[in-house]
């Protein structure tokens, strides 16, 4: 189906010319995508379909989202999925202080008081409820809002996998049409499709259904090459040397069993804090002292360690 055929616009200045203009364009904000990233964005804006991306936690899934935004100039609309959420947490829901008080004020006016003199004819319930239930009651939440936007938008939802099966067919039905209906307002249709990444760290199988309305992408951890790249990109007064070999230990260690490998995020963290202690080159002890920005898990630690220590030089 075209976008036309959707009722909608084009996304226009947020749109990329290929895959190359891609890469380049993520690599402008500091973001490395490699082919496969960078086709798989090409072609949902191209075919304005979401994208569906999984793989572990802090291998840049979010992040990918917000470079796209932040090169392409657009808004970023975030949901932040949980256990829990529902639909007035994540479309809209109605500020029901403020319609108290506007019934409240509806009824002093009804009241034969002194007020009363002055408004003979005060509102019905009616009118009252045709009031309360108009666009200065209603309160937007992030799925409601990138669906009204008039400027370009990336909706990130993030996390899809932390909510239940019933706001997922939310997501669905909403990804599916481009539009919401209220039923006090009526259906409420995008004139301009966001650009929209949904992030799945994997807790849970997902829907085929949504499976199927998606594009899918699996970011892994990088391989040596990009993850030294990415670490010498994003932490700014690193050198050549201590930046390959962080990527390197990095490597090492998602080879050995523990329980929790060492992101992407973490690595750069690590970066970070290796370059404000000022060490240049990485021995037994400025590992052993900083194992604990890298790894979570005291046992990981503890075994992380004891391999750097029987590693061969």
């Known amino acids: ?53 999984e793989g572990p ?76 239930f108009s666009e200065d009651f209603l309160l937007t939440r992030p799925l409601l809002e990138a669906i009204r936007a008039d400027e370009p938008v990336v909706l990130l939802i993030d996390e899809v996998d932390r909510v239940e099966l019933e706001t997922e067919a939310l997501l669905l039905e909403i990804l599916s049409e481009y539009q919401v209906s209220i039923p006090e307002l009526g259906t409420v249709k995008a004139t301009r499709i966001p650009m929209v990444f949904l992030t799945s760290n994997n807790t849970r199988e997902l829907s085929e259904a949504l499976k199927r309305r998606c594009l899918y992408l699996h970011i892994d951890y990088p391989d040596l090459e990009r993850e030294r790249e990415i670490v010498r990109t994003r932490v700014p007064g690193i050198t050549d ?53 890298l790894l979570k898990y005291q046992t990981d630690i503890e075994r992380a360690a004891k391999e750097l220590l029987t590693a061969p030089d």
Request: overall charge negative; charged content about 25%.
């Open 57 to 132: 936690a802090g291998t840049g899934k979010t992040q990918l989202a917000k470079s796209v935004a932040e090169y392409t100039g657009s808004r970023l609309i975030r949901l932040q999925c949980y256990e829990g959420l529902d639909e007035s947490k994540a479309l809209y829901e109605w500020n029901y202080r403020k319609q108290l008080l506007r019934i409240q004020a509806g009824n002093m006016i009804d009241q034969g008081d002194a007020d009363a003199a002055e408004h003979p004819d005060g509102p019905t319930w009616k009118e009252l409820e045709e009031n309360i």
């Open 1 to 53: 189906m075209t976008l036309s055929e959707l009722g909608l616009e084009d996304t226009g200045p947020d749109r990329f010319d290929s895959v190359a203009d891609v890469r380049a364009g993520l690599a402008q904000v500091g973001y490395l995508a490699d082919d496969g990233i960078a086709g798989v964005v090409y072609l949902a804006d191209k075919l304005a379909k979401p994208v569906l991306v």
């Open 241 to 293: 040397e201590l930046a390959d070999q962080v990527a390197r230990i990095v490597r090492s260690l998602r080879t050995i069993e523990l329980r929790k490998l060492p992101s992407v995020s973490e690595t750069l963290d690590w970066a970070r804090t290796l370059v404000v202690l000022g060490t240049t080159t990485i021995d037994a002890a400025s590992a052993r002292d900083t194992l604990h920005i």
